[in-house]
């Protein structure tokens, strides 16, 4: 589902929204001192699946989600990175999707570049989202149709004076270095997680990110809903827009601050892929 805008006025669940935001910023809060916690007492140990790090950490924080939203007054499913029959399955028209741990190579190492985020979704679209980088005490949040928010002030808190890119390393590489030079890019930001990069992107302090490679639902949804409405624009690596649920997965991931340098990164990129 793609997201499109949504008049406060017309929607009979945007009240239920706002009230449900306190009691998941609590959660999330929770979840995140609780990593912070974890991470200097074995949380960060686990086990490498493919390209993918599993902390014992990320068990831990899934099961702290499923009691806490267990206990809200609206019983919701939930789908977790961290639970296989989850993922497969249908959520139906309202479900929590959850992202426990957002960059746990980076929590296992001992770095800061993490968040835990979650996602309200109806229709498969994130009508509240919640993303929280402990290390830092960041916390984003958004309602569709009232605005993103860090830590209580309106997003974007400001405008690069110069195009910035943002990625993991400090220094870019290999298609964020070609990015960089082709387009002509003046700074570059290191950051960690996906949706802390996109977050980076929401509050002004990034121009763009381009994420090649396969992501999924739940690094995405959250913030996505941060940067759309704190004006920016989030595509998959074709230009296309992102939509939710099915296979719950996307192939690149293009995050900018304005619809025409997302779409100009997207031609890029596209040319790139043909050899052009």
């Known amino acids: 589902m793609v997201l ?6 017309t929607a009979p669940q945007f009240q239920e929204h706002m009230t449900l935001m ?3 910023v609590a959660l999330v809060r929770e979840v995140g001192e ?9 949380g960060a140990e686990g086990t490498w699946e493919g390209s993918q790090f599993h902390a014992k950490a990320d068990q831990w924080a899934h099961q702290l989600f499923e009691v806490g939203l267990s206990k809200l007054p609206t019983s919701l499913p939930v789908v977790s990175e961290e639970d296989l029959s989850s993922i497969k399955s249908d959520g139906g028209n309202r479900y929590w999707l959850v992202d426990p741990i957002d960059g746990t190579a980076s929590y296992a190492e001992g ?3 993490y968040v835990t985020q979650i996602a309200l979704m109806e229709k498969d679209s994130p009508v509240l989202a919640v993303v929280f980088a402990p290390h830092y005490q960041d916390l984003f949040v958004a309602v569709k149709g009232d605005g993103a928010y860090r830590n209580g002030i309106r997003l974007p808190l400001a405008s690069s004076s110069s195009l910035t890119l943002i990625d993991n390393y400090s220094t870019p590489r290999g298609v964020a270095a070609d990015l960089y030079n082709e387009l002509s890019f003046r700074r570059y930001v290191e950051c960690g997680s996906i949706g802390l990069k996109i977050c980076r992107v929401a509050e002004g302090i990034a121009d763009v990110l381009l994420k090649p490679g396969q992501v999924r639902d739940w690094d995405l949804a959250a913030p996505h809903l941060i940067l759309q409405e704190a004006g ?13 649920g099915a296979l719950r997965k996307h192939e690149g991931m293009i995050a900018a601050g304005e619809g025409d340098m997302a779409r100009r990164v997207a031609s890029w990129h ?3 892929l043909l050899g052009n």
């Open 111 to 113: 770095f800061a570049g």
């Open 22 to 24: 306190d009691s998941v």
């Open 270 to 272: 596209r040319a790139r």
């Open 4 to 9: 499109d805008p949504i008049c406060k006025d």
């Open 34 to 42: 609780s990593l912070q916690a974890w991470q200097k007492s074995g």
């Open 232 to 244: 920016g624009c989030l595509l998959d690596g074709q230009g296309q827009d992102i939509e939710y």
